[in-house]
């Protein structure tokens, strides 16, 4: 449909110390669309790479921008560039939270399903930003089970949250567990960003905590699969449930564009 100018003489930061595909692409365009200028910051080239503070580089553009869009490890940078910039500020992931990939999974689900409240929903893998953010968002009406190894359990502050949910919510090892009976399933890669030495003792750790066909047949049979991106084909999804599933996947990719023009929509139209 068509795009109202929403954005019109707007200026949005696309601030970035990590790579991007989807976050970045999806903001350019959506920005474009709503008549806004979207200008894409890589950190590695600003000030920020050569210990300019972050507290600095905040006042700055937020004198500039009307709204930063910030991906980055650490959660206090984003805390700081919303405390400091005096503009919003939209999180494009940090190494605690994804919270606008959840809110598309959520988008998601419910043109799938029609509905959020009541059904089943489990996680596979790491307990990492995606987990501690489908904690959050699922549990807005869904049961959720989320299913890591030891020594990979999401943080203990979002786990303290989900207590509040009662039987809503299991933490378990076993990964049957969270398929069985569901009605979607989440996954992630077992290596984020940033992890990369990492990876092969996280493979051995994480044998068994892939999505495959023996696993989906516990769920529904019309259950759907989510998964961000980008996939690791043989690692926590085989490429056969990846391709039975892909359509669900790249709707759910096509969905951040439209996420995030709502969410800037809310915090700039009119201001
Ligand atoms: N899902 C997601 O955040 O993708 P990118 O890392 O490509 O932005």
Sequence with gaps: GRTEPLLAGKSVA?????????????????????????????????QIARGEPIQDTARVLGRYYDAIVYRTFKQSDVDALA????????SGMTDYAHP??????????????????????????DGYNMANSLIVG??????????CPNGYRPSADVLFFAREYGDHFKLTTAP???ARGADVLFTDVWTSMGMERETERRRRDFNGFCLDAARMALAKPDCIVQHPLPAH????I????????ADEIFDEAENRL?????????LLAGK
Excluded: N
């Design 176 to 178: 049957d567990e969270a």
């Design 138 to 147: 699922c549990l807005m009406g869904m049961d959720f089970t989320i299913a």
């Design 83 to 90: 405390r400091y910039s005096g503009v919003p500020v939209v």
């Design 238 to 245: 085989t490429p056969d449930v990846f391709e039975t599933h």
């Design 14 to 46: 696309l601030l970035f110390s990590k790579a991007s595909t989807r976050t970045r692409t999806s903001f350019e365009v959506g920005v474009y669309q709503m008549g806004g200028l979207g200008t894409y910051l890589s950190a590695a080239d600003m």
């Design 100 to 125: 606008l990939q959840v809110l598309t999974d959520l988008m998601t689900v419910r043109e799938y399903k029609g509905k959020l409240a009541g059904l089943k929903a489990g996680f596979v893998g």
């Design 233 to 236: 084909r043989g690692e926590e």
């Design 258 to 266: 439209h996420v995030e023009k709502a969410v800037l929509g809310i």
